[in-house]
């Protein structure tokens, strides 16, 4: 329960948390956004970590006055971080994934599966992997997925570099110029819930889709 709290606690003050970052270390906060940017996409036991909030938050402190993040270069920054993460996660569950399916009887997990995968993203490839980015917990399943599936990596890499540019620059961006507007910055846990109710929705109105065929 404590650890609930303090990651409910981290999500809704991102804005302060990141404010004091900036504070205690500097220049190594870049080096922080990068992290968290990283693990939540490149580690698949790690999909709790703040993503568009995050960004939100990042771009929203850079531009402030006297900011001590520049906007460039957390979006250059942290797109290096996705596209990275992205690659790692894919690579993890290639080498993986065949490991696993070796065994004919994996609870949850069969063969069947893996074809009906590697079909999936051969098939949706450009639209799974752009679209996952805008969708928490899924963006972070999404490369292993396509990994185990044994996706092209040239495929896979070209629409992860185009996903993760769109998603940098909405975020970063839109918190830079709006995440200062008095109502917004004055009720910005607010705007953060709302960032990440807005975010969970397809993959809600996909699980009630699939639950109903």
Request: hydrophobic fraction near 55%; glycine fraction near 8%.
């Amino acid at each position: 329960m404590e650890l609930i709290k303090k990651l409910i606690e981290l999500f809704l003050h991102l804005d302060k948390h990141l404010n004091v970052a900036i504070q205690d270390y500097g220049v190594w906060t870049y080096l922080i956004l990068f992290l968290i940017i990283f693990c939540e996409t490149g580690l698949v036991v790690t999909p709790f970590l703040p993503g568009d909030s995050l960004l939100f938050a990042a771009g929203a402190l850079s531009a402030s006055v006297g900011a001590a993040l520049d906007v460039k270069l957390v979006y250059v920054i942290l797109t290096a971080a996705a596209i990275i993460g992205d690659s790692t996660n894919y690579w993890i569950g290639r080498f993986v994934g065949p490991k696993v399916f070796q065994k004919e009887n994996v609870r949850f997990l069969n063969k069947k599966y893996l074809d009906r995968t590697h079909q999936f993203y051969e098939k949706h490839g450009r639209k799974t992997i752009i679209i996952a980015r805008f969708i928490p917990i899924i963006r972070t399943f999404a490369p292993f997925v396509a990994g185990i599936g044994q996706m092209s990596y040239a495929r896979f890499i070209t629409y992860s570099i185009g996903g993760s540019i769109a998603w940098m620059a909405v975020f970063i961006f839109g918190g830079y110029f709006f995440g200062n507007i008095p109502v917004v910055k004055n009720n910005f846990s607010i705007v953060i819930i709302a960032i990440i109710i807005i975010s969970i929705i397809p993959a809600i109105i996909g699980a009630l889709k699939e639950r109903k065929a």
